[in-house]
């Protein structure tokens, strides 16, 4: 049932033959391309961009454990490594474990998407889903996220996968080490989300050389095809939604913030719910003053800016670390004490695409001479592993049909190249339908035995 | 407002040697290869006052690695000895007596139904609630509220003043930490323990020191988590908009 429209339907008379005839036609298709239509699927939010912010519904959500027994390790790296003064919080690499009774459990790594730290929410969700179905949990950061970057990245500039899947390599056999004695899985599995689901199929390939792990199952959620793509496509959110683009970010987050606030103090009396952002949608989608292309351009805005602050945090310490001069001068000594108002300022106006083309393509030409832009673009996608994606049959990628950080052409690719081990959901956007009951009982269906 | 004249002169003095000391440290050497006209920013984080931020950076350095080997340490060795429920009693305990600045200062911004709600949960929980060790009046229904002297100074017009990073208790501008003093010294000078009447700074201590573990026991926020360099930053703009909304409400 889709609560949005459970009171638009109305009945009316249907020809029979027309039926039968969709009857038929709904029959063969299913036998034709299985789990790629879904009928009756129930997740409530068909605004891609309003189910990216707002998630699913807490009466939706799939059930989690009270008890979650996550610890947090720090470990070193590189042992040789010199940490500036202005990052020195970032001394060690940090990552979360929760550990099952029995040490034989199999066990479950989980990447973090673009930004997000080895605790995000998301990882966290994750975590203890597969926690409660008896697997052993390891979570990482993505390569991409401020500790990462500093302790645990070789070149210290994110985002070429192949270099990326090498160092969340080391860093797993590490963690694993940390670990010890408590344990010794039966079998190794992988997964992430957004960037992390592409690192977690790169990670794969690496392994089929190096056999460290040989996973048993590996799954992608809703990732990029191409990283480069997907990041201009978020990039562009901002120039695309928020009226005079980036420098008037300002504003319009005021803005969004005074709506959303005047939409709460109408609707809900109460306390602030996790279920807010979901009634402000309904509110918006049923508000018919608002023109249909101005209805979700609040939500459009904040990805884009959210994605600014991520990507800017990653730039700045990119550049101060791999000194490469970019918007901090190789020159400048930054210390704690360092004013970075100007700076800060800088990153955040840089789009992901120009570090790609200004600070790290100009990187990796340096040490690979005379490969092209071209082909290290190809390298940071699917493409570049694909007989090893068709081949390897323990893979599996869940993702939305409406999914933001995919082209039309990105989603057909993938459906030829997994066929029936790809899942797409009709609606969901990115990520906003990943602790969806029914994406989870999919989710853990699949690394069942 | 002794207070407020007295720290309001001694930054300034600290603040104008210290301007002079790091001037010259000001400058951005060559020129980077990315560069945006000034004026132009995805998000403002230099709206409120910081004319000291050198001093507040080393502060909240200071603060952070205090956090780091001193302060969690011991919150951590805290819980691990104290059974929940004492926890949770002694939550109780220091959360009915910030029930006071509470009464005083929605009373002095006219605030009528808190006043009387806040009277009414400091009555219920000091008798029912055994001296504060039980929230009792949380299970009579009777809603908490958290009102303090920089709130009341805001409530009348008085500006943020200059950011300040203060020692161990975090991020403030000046208005809210002369607010903080007013409210610590009102607490003090009702004594309501008779902690006056004879030598008791052993317990004034523990007190102090107990008040202080509770409340980083449940504060979630930890240094250097949010993932961005510009953390300094963006908590002074997080400070400032929190408290003008909580002055607002």
């Given at each position: ?67 979650y027994p996550a610890t ?23 990552f979360t474990a929760a550990l099952q009774k029995n040490k034989n459990a199999p066990l479950i790594f989980i ?16 975590g203890?889903?597969f926690y409660q179905q008896g697997f052993h949990i390891i979570a ?32 797993m056999?590490?963690a694993l080490?940390?670990l010890g004695?408590k344990v010794e899985p039966s079998a190794f599995h992988i ?256 690394f069942?035995? | ?249």
């Open positions: 049932m889709r609560i949005t429209h459970a009171y638009s339907w109305k009945p009316r008379r249907v020809n029979p033959i027309a039926i039968t005839y969709f009857a038929v036609i709904s029959l063969l298709a299913c036998l034709i391309i299985p789990k790629q239509v879904m009928a009756d699927y129930g997740y409530p939010i068909e605004q891609a961009f309003a189910a990216t912010v707002a998630g699913t519904p807490q009466a939706l959500k799939a059930p989690l454990p009270e008890k947090e390790h720090a470990i070193t790296v590189f042992e040789d490594r010199e940490i500036p003064d202005i990052f020195w919080h970032q001394d060690k690499f940090h990447i973090a998407g673009t930004g997000a730290s080895h605790h995000s929410p998301k990882n966290t969700t994750l203890k889903l990482l950061s993505s390569p991409t996220y401020l500790n990462f970057i500093v302790t645990a990245s070789e070149s210290q500039l994110p985002g070429y996968l192949p270099d990326d899947a090498n160092d969340l390599y080391r860093a056999k590490l080490t940390e004695d997964t992430g989300y957004s960037l992390g689901g592409i690192h977690a199929a790169f990670i794969a390939a690496l392994d089929k050389k190096e056999q460290s792990f040989n996973f048993k199952k590996v799954m992608m959620i809703n990732p990029p095809v191409q990283l480069y793509s997907s990041v201009d496509r978020l990039d562009k959110l901002v120039d695309n939604y928020i009226p005079g683009g980036a420098p008037n970010a300002n504003e319009f987050l005021n803005g969004v913030v005074n709506k959303l606030s005047r939409i709460y103090q109408k609707t809900d009396k109460v306390k602030f719910s996790p279920d807010f952002l979901y009634k402000a949608y309904q509110v918006i989608d049923t508000d018919k003053s608002i023109k249909p292309e101005d209805k979700f351009r609040g939500a459009a805005g904040l990805i884009g800016v959210s994605f600014r602050i991520s990507a800017a945090a990653m730039l700045f310490a990119s550049d101060v670390l791999a000194k490469k001069g970019y918007i901090v001068p190789v020159d400048q000594e930054l210390t704690s004490t360092t004013s970075l108002n100007h700076y800060m300022r800088i990153a955040h106006m840089v789009p992901f695409t120009r570090y790609v083309d200004d600070m790290l393509i100009p990187h990796l030409q340096g040490s690979n001479p005379g490969v092209s832009r071209k082909t290290l673009i190809h390298n940071a996608s699917l493409n570049s592993i694909e007989p090893f994606l068709k081949s390897a049959t323990n893979i599996a990628v869940v993702t939305n049909e409406d999914d933001i950080i995919l082209s039309p052409a990105e989603l057909n690719y993938m459906k030829s190249v997994f066929g029936p081990r790809i899942t797409i959901y009709p609606n969901g956007g990115h990520l906003g339908n990943m602790d969806y009951k029914e994406n989870v009982e999919h989710m853990l269906a699949f069942k035995d | 407002m002794i207070y407020l004249s007295h720290i309001r002169a001694t930054i300034k003095r600290i603040g104008l040697i210290l301007l002079l000391a790091i001037t010259p440290c000001l400058s951005h050497g060559d020129e980077p290869r990315y560069n945006i006209p000034p004026g132009i920013e995805l998000m403002t984080t230099t709206q409120y006052y910081d004319p000291i931020e050198p001093v507040n950076r080393y502060i909240y350095r200071f603060n952070a690695r205090f956090d780091r080997y001193i302060f969690l340490p011991t919150v951590a060795g805290y819980r691990y000895i104290t059974p929940d429920p004492v926890e949770n009693s002694i939550s109780n305990f220091f959360n009915n007596l910030r029930e006071i600045p509470t009464f005083i200062n929605s009373a002095l911004q006219l605030k009528g139904k808190t006043s009387l709600r806040t009277a009414g949960r400091f009555i219920v929980n000091s008798t029912v609630g055994i001296a504060g060790l039980f929230d009792t009046a949380s299970h009579f229904g009777i809603q908490h509220y958290k009102e303090d002297f920089g709130q009341t100074l805001g409530y009348w017009g008085v500006p943020d003043g200059p950011f300040v990073v203060l020692p161990i208790l975090g991020p403030s501008n000046l208005r809210d930490a002369t607010g903080f003093v007013t409210d610590s010294a009102v607490v003090n000078n009702i004594d309501l323990f008779k902690l006056d009447d004879v030598n008791h700074d052993g317990e004034r201590i523990t007190l102090l020191v107990m008040d202080g573990i509770d409340t980083r026991k449940n504060t979630a926020f930890r240094y250097f988590e949010t993932g961005t360099p510009f953390e300094y930053e963006l908590i002074r703009r997080f400070y400032g908009d929190y408290r003008r909304l909580l002055i607002e409400k």
